[in-house]
């Protein structure tokens, strides 16, 4: 109990000097909250708008699919398949959609397409698919005969708005498959590799079209917490007990942009090791130096009976005291600056494009971690750059540090 | 008289000692027969073209007219759902004609190796762009296990032109020189696709094998079989074929 009130007394009798320690144990563990929710936050709203603008958290396909997508890789049963997903809990939405490659032409121009068969509302419901609407309007119905174009693909034919848009492709039964529909609106994606090739049919033209009768090739599934699609990914795919489809997560059918996702999280561990490495240089300096200037004190502490790991609790005590308090302190800077960066957002002018998607504002997030992994690393080295010094002033020797001064 | 006679029997008997034809003509010769093969200065052709892959069967009836090398114009004949589509291609340029829409689509070039009617041609092979004469450079070859009364010619296309293959071996029958197959190898030598020539027929005083079938190496179960069923070769032909507006007439 002693060296607790010792420790304390140490702490405020040099208050420069703890302070000095102090500061930069806050500004690095300040820093690093706000490093890992400002990342933690860009991910996952990356994550978020790449998965479900787009190509949904879980897709639902043929098993062989993925490997080497056909027009003739499709499955049936959407409504049977469409009760389990309603069936399993987590899953929020779910949409069913059609492909194929073809030829879009309007007037003069043409242009390769990329045909996508969607259920207008139940894309709405799962993608918001009407929010990238830029011009015009959504489908009126599943069986409209009207063509949605990417805002690239619609540039490329010079289409405007109830221009016939001619589309030429091949039908699963290996027939001519041509017809020509009413452009109703363009969308924006967000994706310009995706814009300057997609062409939107509803879901029954487009089956229609391909000759896929009630066939489709995707279903893609929006789950309620981003965190738990591994999971409920399984739980559908034991609901479904289909050999003949595949279940897999955006971790899966979306590999390169987890990859590249992954990458840039190893440099954030990265980053976060600077920042630790130099709230630790910080600590040990202050620490050593004040072990340094006190070394006549310790010799007196030796001199009357106190034992050398008196010593080594003391010093540590101090320094896990200041860092805690300075925790505290950096938590509630670290917690300010995120929840503003949470609320507005930091915009860039011009936006800047990953995995093909332009993004213009980016967001922290508070989450647990964001202080957790921060605070132990703090700790930890606080604790290992203290026991040095500590042990440097209990070998002290009380008689010629003594005489020193 | 007797003079005569000596002169006309040394001729007979030097035969023999007159220089060979040289290999390199001798596979000049073949590949310019191959690149002649079904064209020439005009043709027109009634044409049946089988596609097989493992999902459908289907067989298409068309007419095709040809100009040189590199105008092509085909309209479609059957089945009934595609009759009266029709392809004009002129050089690098090609359109499409959908008879349902009743409008004419451009090819773009970035689609010009795509597959032609859901065949396994490319929209390139319809014309020959580039002929063995011109763009390749060409060889007579030895392949590892020689068929006897085969010739073999090995053409790699020359530098700098945009051409997908690594080369092409062409086996033709020492007799009359006339193709059996053709073999197309991608950059890495790995075989790509496959064209066997059957079924020699002659159409038109001219004679040529009826049959072509085409088997790309990737694609398993895939097949594509070419039957002339009538052929005339170097007849006048009316320069209005290959236009736009015939494309866009419809029929």
């Keep these: ?405 | 008289m007797r003079k005569l006679l000596v002169l006309a029997l040394a001729a007979l008997t030097s035969l023999p000692l007159l220089p060979q034809e040289s290999p390199p003509a001798r596979a000049e010769e073949i590949v310019r027969r191959m690149d002649e093969l079904y064209r020439s200065s005009t043709s027109e052709a009634l044409v049946e073209m089988e596609v097989v892959t493992p999902e459908w069967q289907r067989t298409l009836r068309m007419r095709a007219w040809s100009r040189g090398m590199k105008d092509t114009f085909i309209r479609i004949l059957e089945p009934k759902k595609e009759e009266g589509f029709a392809t004009l291609r002129i050089g690098n340029e090609m359109w499409n004609y959908l008879p349902k829409t009743a409008k004419v689509l451009k090819v773009p070039p970035s689609m010009m190796m795509s597959s032609w009617m859901g065949s396994d041609f490319t929209n390139d092979d319809l014309v020959k762009e580039f002929t063995f004469v011109e763009s390749y450079r060409f060889e007579m070859t030895t392949p590892d296990a020689p068929e006897p009364g085969l010739v073999y010619v090995k053409c790699v296309p020359k530098e700098g032109l945009p051409i997908v293959w690594g080369s092409v071996v062409l086996a033709v029958r020492e007799s009359d020189l006339m193709p059996v197959w053709e073999k197309y190898y991608d950059e890495k030598g790995r075989l790509a696709r496959d064209i066997e020539f059957k079924d020699v027929r002659t159409f038109g005083g001219r004679r040529i094998p009826a049959t072509m079938e085409l088997v790309p190496a990737a694609k398993e179960g895939h097949k594509t079989v070419l039957r002339y069923v009538e052929a005339k070769f170097d007849i006048p032909l009316s320069p209005d074929i290959f236009t736009l507006r015939n494309l866009q007439a419809g029929r």
């Design chain 1, 1 to 405: 109990m002693i060296v607790l009130k010792m420790a304390f007394r140490n702490i405020f009798r040099q208050k420069r000097r703890s302070l000095f320690t102090g500061l930069s144990v806050v500004g690095g563990f300040a820093l690093a909250v706000i490093f890992i929710g400002w990342s933690d936050g860009s991910y996952n709203s990356i994550i978020d708008q790449f998965t479900r603008t787009r190509l949904g958290h879980i897709q639902i396909h043929e098993k062989t699919y993925l490997d080497r997508p056909t027009l003739y890789k499709t499955f049936a049963d959407v409504p049977k398949i469409g009760a389990v997903l309603d069936r399993t809990s987590g899953v929020e939405a779910w949409t069913p959609r059609v492909f194929s490659a073809g030829l879009a032409g309007a007037g003069d121009q043409s242009a390769g397409a990329r045909i996508i068969g969607i259920d207008p509302q139940r894309e709405e419901r799962t993608t918001r698919f009407e929010g990238t609407i830029i011009q015009g309007r959504p489908f009126r119905g599943p069986a409209a005969r009207e063509a949605i174009l990417g805002k690239g693909l619609a540039e490329i034919l010079q289409a405007k708005l109830g221009d016939e848009i001619v589309l030429l492709s091949q039908g699963a039964d290996g027939s001519i498959a041509e017809d020509q529909y009413q452009l109703v609106g363009v969308t924006s994606s967000g994706d310009e590799m995706t814009d300057r090739i997609a062409y939107y049919l509803p879901l029954s033209t487009a089956q229609d079209f391909l000759v896929l009768g009630a066939k489709v090739h995707e279903i893609a599934v929006v789950v309620s917490k981003l965190g738990r699609v591994q999971a409920v990914s399984r739980a559908i795919a034991a609901g479904l007990a289909d050999p003949a489809l595949s279940v897999e997560p955006w971790q899966v059918f979306a590999k390169s942009f987890y990859d590249a996702m992954k990458a840039d999280q190893a440099g954030l561990w990265v980053m976060l090791f600077v920042i630790v490495i130099i709230v630790a240089v910080g600590v040990l300096n202050t620490v050593l130096m004040s072990v340094l200037e006190r070394r006549r004190e310790y010799g007196l502490l030796k001199a009357v009976g106190t034992r050398p790991g008196g010593i080594v609790r003391l010093v540590v005590l101090e320094v896990l005291i200041l860092s805690v308090i300075s925790m505290v302190i950096g938590a509630g800077l670290g917690l300010g600056a995120n929840a503003f960066l949470a609320r507005h957002g930091i915009r860039f002018g011009s936006g800047f494009t990953y995995g093909g998607m332009v993004f213009d504002t980016m967001r922290s997030e508070i989450n647990l971690r964001s202080f957790t992994i921060p605070a132990v690393t703090v700790f930890v080295s606080a604790l290992l750059v203290g026991l040095f010094p500590a042990i440097k002033a209990s070998r002290t020797e009380p008689a010629r540090t003594m005489r020193m001064h």
